[in-house]
T-cell receptor, first 113, second 114 residues
Framework: GDSVTQMEGPVTLSEEAFLTINCTYTATGYPSLFWYVQYPGEGLQLLLKATKADDKGSNKGFEATYRKETTSFHLEKGSVQVSDSAVYFCALSGGAGSYQLTFGKGTKLSVIP | DTGVSQDPRHKITKRGQNVTFRCDPISEHNRLYWYRQTLGQGPEFLTYFQNEAQLEKSRLLSDRFSAERPKGSFSTLEIQRTEQGDSAMYLC????????????FGPGTRLTVL
């Protein structure tokens, strides 16, 4: 079945550092890929998405590129802020005609001033 | 703009009791999903509705769980004879047909079974 593997956390970075959170997936067909973010005390929010190979999703300075050849969708940001502290989830949908999201376990990011 | 809402936000119950949660999706979203999230894990799919039809159920959804969406609008998730292992955050999400399955999540209902 479909699965998502993302790097284990927690990740602690200083403000303005470069962020990479690795995500790889296993799916049949052509899934859509997503990054969701969960800020402390809040619900899941969609951060960015990509629906086909080589698409780049971007939002709030975060980027991720859909790499079919390496089945990856790594999240990057050039300069993190304290306000980026949250849990980040990689997810996929529709790999085999199904509609539900399959999530990774999440990576907790803490950014210190 | 009202997002997905869930009620209650928190529920504490004793083992063996029945509980029911409600989800109100974004209006005109025809697809509604239920997920369960335990501490340190990502959400796991439970079930999915398109309008009032329940189209898919996970093997996680034991026969103690039942979900309905009677008029294709709000949905309820009932857990009968709760067990301590049912303690989790229950999330609801909705989506519009034409959005590449971009799902919008509610704040969740945190269930604690004592």
């Amino acid at each position: 079945g479909d699965s998502v593997t993302q790097m284990e956390g927690p990740v602690t970075l200083s403000e303005e550092a470069f962020l990479t959170i690795n995500c790889t997936y296993t799916a049949t067909g052509y899934p859509s890929l997503f990054w969701y973010v969960q800020y402390p005390g809040e619900g899941l929010q969609l951060l960015l998405k990509a629906t086909k190979a080589d698409d780049k999703g971007s939002n709030k300075g975060f980027e991720a590129t859909y790499r079919k050849e390496t089945t990856s969708f790594h999240l990057e940001k050039g300069s993190v802020q304290v306000s980026d502290s949250a849990v980040y989830f990689c997810a996929l949908s529709g790999g085999a005609g199904s509609y539900q999201l399959t999530f990774g376990k999440g990576t907790k990011l803490s950014v210190i001033p | 703009d009202t997002g997905v809402s869930q009620d209650p936000r928190h529920k504490i119950t004793k083992r063996g009791q029945n509980v029911t949660f409600r989800c109100d999706p974004i209006s005109e979203h025809n697809r509604l999903y239920w997920y369960r999230q335990t501490l340190g894990q990502g959400p796991e799919f439970l079930t999915y509705f398109q309008n009032e039809a329940q189209l898919e159920k996970s093997r996680l959804l034991s026969d103690r769980f039942s979900a309905e969406r009677p008029k294709g609008s709000f949905s309820t998730l009932e857990i009968q004879r709760t067990e301590q292992g049912d303690s989790a955050m229950y999330l609801c999400a909705s989506t519009d047909r034409g959005s590449y399955n971009e799902q919008f999540f509610g704040p969740g209902t945190r269930l604690t079974v004592l």
